[in-house]
């Protein structure tokens, strides 16, 4: 099963990530913003972003996929596409939505 979600909406979910250390508690500049900007919404210490939510790290990883596991999706999806006894089942949603919205067309593909 690929999830496809856009490049862009990855960085965005990623980059936009920040951690109060301390305890663990983490915030999403756009969708779970704390009250302060930059602040922990209990103690109101500071928000870090993690070295590996910074844009140009996602970036990078980004890269990483698109070149090394982007051509093993591509081999086993046409491979599943060919209708052979023995290809893999695969199936492609999109993961762009509410967690409820990408769980219903998980199911339905797994159902298949």
Do not use: C
Not at 15 to 42: I, M
Not at 52 to 60: L, P
Request: hydrophobic residues 35%; proline residues 5%.
């Amino acid at each position: 099963l690929e999830i496809d979600v856009p490049d862009s909406a990855i960085i965005e979910r990623m980059s936009g990530r920040r951690v109060h250390q301390p305890s663990g508690r983490s915030y999403h500049l756009k969708f779970n913003p704390p009250k302060v900007a930059g602040k922990d919404d209990v103690t109101g210490e500071d928000l870090i972003q993690r070295a590996d939510d910074e844009e140009a790290t996602v970036r990078k990883r980004l890269d990483v996929y698109q070149s090394q596991t982007r051509p093993l999706v591509d081999y086993y999806g046409a491979w599943a596409a060919t209708g052979d006894a023995g290809a893999p089942r695969y199936a492609r949603i999109l993961g762009l939505g509410t967690v409820e919205e990408i769980t219903a067309r998980v199911m339905l593909a797994l159902s298949h």
